[in-house]
């Protein structure tokens, strides 16, 4: 497939590099322009292009920025995508650590829910809720009892079965979360974030959830302020306790 990356930090270079070696053609953009690119891109196999390139003519697009730079990429961007295309959301919304608050989507509070808006475009979010170093070292064989299990979220059947088919590729268990709506339930804060959990435990977590925002709202968004209190102090220490 036609892969276009845009962000070429943490996620995306891990992202391009594994699409790279699963024989897809990637292109990758970052804020700065693909000069700024040009030795990664090299290093990895990939092409280093323009956020406007990194959109055309793609089977799959992945958004891999942080949350508040969603706002800076050019209006009407997936205008003019190809029909059909997918477009992956990996964001998170860090609103003390990184992002700022952004009171429009604090309305919903669902993190994807607002990318969507601001894109004007159906997307499909998928490797928020995976550290990239455990998507670099962890993947495993189907059928392998530690293989991690990846939420997958979005509105559009088909563009979900294509994702399902790429999580697979990379060594992971892809598990179907429902509509973007329901995506809180693998956003920062959630008892699946960041877990390395397998298919049958990230079920029975997802289930404990339940399916009610207004009722989980609070809890969740609670948990997340006090992780990045946490992840402030002691980012390592943070993660070691995650369970
Ligand atoms: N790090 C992780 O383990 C991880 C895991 C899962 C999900 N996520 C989420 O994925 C998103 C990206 O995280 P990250 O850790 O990969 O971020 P990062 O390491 O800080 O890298 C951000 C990348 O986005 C690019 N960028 C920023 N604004 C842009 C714009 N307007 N147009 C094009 N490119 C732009 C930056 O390019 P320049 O350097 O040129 O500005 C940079 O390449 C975040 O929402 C994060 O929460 C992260």
């Known amino acids: 497939m036609n892969i276009g990356i845009i962000g070429a930090g943490a996620i995306g270079k891990c992202l391009a590099s ?32 323009t956020v406007e390139e990194a959109v055309l003519d793609k089977d799959v697009i992945v958004v891999a920025i942080p949350q508040k730079s969603i706002l800076n990429l050019p209006r009407n961007l997936f205008n003019g995508i190809s029909k059909g295309a997918v477009v992956i959301d ?23 829910l607002w990318t969507q808006e601001q894109l004007e475009y159906p997307v499909v979010k998928v490797f928020n809720s995976i550290f990239a170093t455990s998507l670099s070292d962890l993947g495993r064989p189907k059928g ?4 991690i299990a990846l939420a997958v979220s979005g509105d559009r059947l088909e563009a979900k079965q294509i994702v399902f088919q790429l999580v697979d590729a990379l060594g992971f268990e892809p598990f179907d979360l429902g509509t973007i709506a329901q995506s809180w339930r693998q956003q ?4 699946i974030y960041c877990r390395d959990i397998n298919f049958d435990e990230l079920e029975k977590r997802v289930t404990a959830m ?17 992780d990045e ?7 390592s220490a943070w993660q070691k306790k995650l369970a």
Request: aromatic share 6%; charged share 25%.
């Open 90 to 112: 990996t964001g998170n919304y860090y609103p003390r650590l990184r992002d700022g608050v952004i009171p429009s989507l604090e309305q919903s509070g669902i993190d994807s």
């Open 210 to 226: 339940g399916t009610d925002w207004t009722e989980m709202r609070e809890i969740i968004i609670d948990k997340h302020r006090l």
């Open 18 to 49: 594994k699409f790279v070696k699963l024989g897809h053609v990637v292109s990758i953009a970052n804020s700065r322009g693909p000069a700024s690119l040009k030795q990664l891109a090299e290093e990895i196999g990939a092409m280093a292009v």
């Open 188 to 191: 920062p804060g959630s008892s």
């Open 144 to 147: 392998a009892k530690d293989r």
């Open 229 to 235: 209190i946490a992840i402030e102090v002691d980012f």
